[in-house]
């Protein structure tokens, strides 16, 4: 493919939490311009096709100031198919108020879940939808949380279903890491804090090493290397919202209830750091995407695709499906302003579009192949309706820093640590323990992680 050919740096960055409709779905509202080419949500108060059910209660999509929320969405693998409501062989999506329900025992009228932000709450996520390309059916690969999404999008494959407090086992040599190394492809990581990637299992010399760095970096590196010299993948990685401790950093990844402007802000300064190099920026492509839908509603039914448990995973039951859709974003000079690309894809969309880049096949593993003859496209796709040559013009992003206010009322909840939360601390931890004094120059927030509390001594006997 020609304009494959011109793309010399990849960029990928993947924010948490979030569905296509909470973040996207005004894109073809009419109060907010009515894109009839995007697939978002159309008069969502009134469409009956959009109602949630909670004891014969029904509860429609409601738009949702940003800010932080009270706590956490549901969104493990039980409940998720809670959401989806598969009824008669149909995924309904009529189940997110019930799981809110079943999850927070809160019986509010107006459920989170349910709710959609407008333009002026996600104003860099509307800007790149209209100045490049929005994806309206790029979907979480599998209907669970992060950790199996994550690990699906870094390698195709999932070997857990849930999200725990343990490392994530890797698949050998399908990590993405490895799968680089062994063709010779550069690639870097810049980290706002703790990088989820140190959550894996064995890749303690990777993140002390030299490819990862602090994104404070990021600016020098991009202006002072050669378009030659650049690493061919670079991921960006957010401020995490589970990190145990942010020490210099505000919470940015956009995970509830974590609210969006943040990670708005963050995606505004990555796209200007990008676009400020006309000559590097030519030959660029940014993907912005979110690992799952976060519990959030989504409309559209996931894909009837498939994923058996790979060699060693630890749970026996095959996903029958995808997830949600999830908000999904590429820019690139080469891409014609107000593209929306209707193709079915997932992360390991990713996988496809890197092995063409670098391997010259779609098929960067049994598992990628096998979800690509079951329909899930490549990001090259998107870009067979490229233009000729690379645009001259670079549309300016929204100026005004987003501030977010408290979106609801009340004092927050008492926040009981998650699995992934207590899945950061201890992969902190962990790096702390393979090398101390590397683990505290890469990431010198470890010096403040918090000691665990002495267990209570056990109550003598009466």
């Not at 009839?36 to 108060?45: A, H, I, N, Q």
């Not at 939808?129 to 690969?141: E, R, S, T």
């Not at 999830?326 to 579009?353: C, E, M, N, R, Y």
């Amino acid at each position: 493919m020609a304009v494959l050919d011109q793309i010399q740096t990849f960029v990928i960055v993947m924010f948490e939490n979030r569905s296509f409709d909470n973040v996207l779905g005004h894109l073809s509202m009419s109060r907010f311009g009515k894109r009839k080419d995007v697939e978002g949500l159309v008069d969502p108060e009134t469409n009956l096709d959009y109602t949630n059910f909670l004891d014969a209660q029904g509860y429609q999509p409601l738009e949702l100031e940003d800010g932080s929320l009270l706590h956490d969405l549901p969104h493990n693998r039980a409940l998720v198919e809670d959401q989806l409501a598969k009824a008669n062989g149909r995924y309904t999506m009529s189940g997110f108020a019930d799981a809110y329900f079943r999850h927070t025992g809160s019986r509010v009228s107006d459920p989170p879940s349910m709710g959609f932000l407008a333009p002026a709450d996600t104003p860099m996520s509307s800007f790149l939808a209209a100045q490049y390309a929005v994806c309206d059916h790029w979907f979480a690969p599998l209907p669970t949380d992060t950790q199996p999404n994550r690990s699906m999008a870094f390698s195709g494959y999932a070997p857990i279903d849930n999200t725990e407090p343990r490392p994530i086992p890797i698949v050998p040599g399908s990590f993405i890491f490895e799968w680089l190394n062994a063709r010779g492809v550069s690639w870097r990581v810049y980290h706002c804090g703790i990088s989820f990637f140190a959550l894996f299992d064995g890749l303690h010399e990777e993140v002390l090493g030299p490819n990862f760095r602090s994104f404070r970096h990021f600016p020098a590196d991009w202006e002072a290397e050669s378009a030659a010299e650049m690493p061919a993948v670079i991921f960006i990685e957010p401020e995490y919202s589970d990190s145990p401790i942010h020490f210099g950093w505000t919470p940015n990844d956009n995970h509830p209830p974590t609210a969006m402007g943040p990670g708005e802000n963050f995606l505004r300064d990555i796209y200007k750091l990008l676009t400020k190099d006309v000559e590097k920026w030519s030959r660029t492509l940014l993907l912005a995407m979110h690992d799952e839908h976060g519990g959030f509603f989504d409309h559209v039914s996931p894909l009837a695709i498939s994923s058996p448990p790979p060699p060693g995973a630890l749970y026996q039951v095959p996903f029958e499906s995808t997830g949600p859709r999830v908000p999904a974003l590429v820019a690139s000079p080469w891409i014609p302003p107000g593209t929306v690309f209707k193709g079915p894809l997932d992360h390991t969309s990713i996988l496809q579009l890197l092995a063409e880049k670098f391997s010259g096949t779609p098929d960067y593993n049994e598992e990628v192949a096998r979800r690509r003859k079951a329909g899930i496209q490549s990001v090259s796709a998107l870009l067979a309706a490229s233009l000729d040559r690379p645009r001259s013009d670079i549309p300016s992003p929204p100026a005004d820093t987003i501030v977010s206010p408290v979106a609801l009322k009340g004092a927050p909840e008492p926040q009981i640590e998650t699995e992934n939360q207590q899945a950061f601390t201890a992969a902190a931890k962990d790096l702390l323990a393979h090398d101390r004094k590397r683990a505290l120059e890469k990431y010198p927030e470890l010096a403040h992680l918090p000691e665990e509390q002495p267990k209570p001594a056990p109550a003598a006997p009466r």
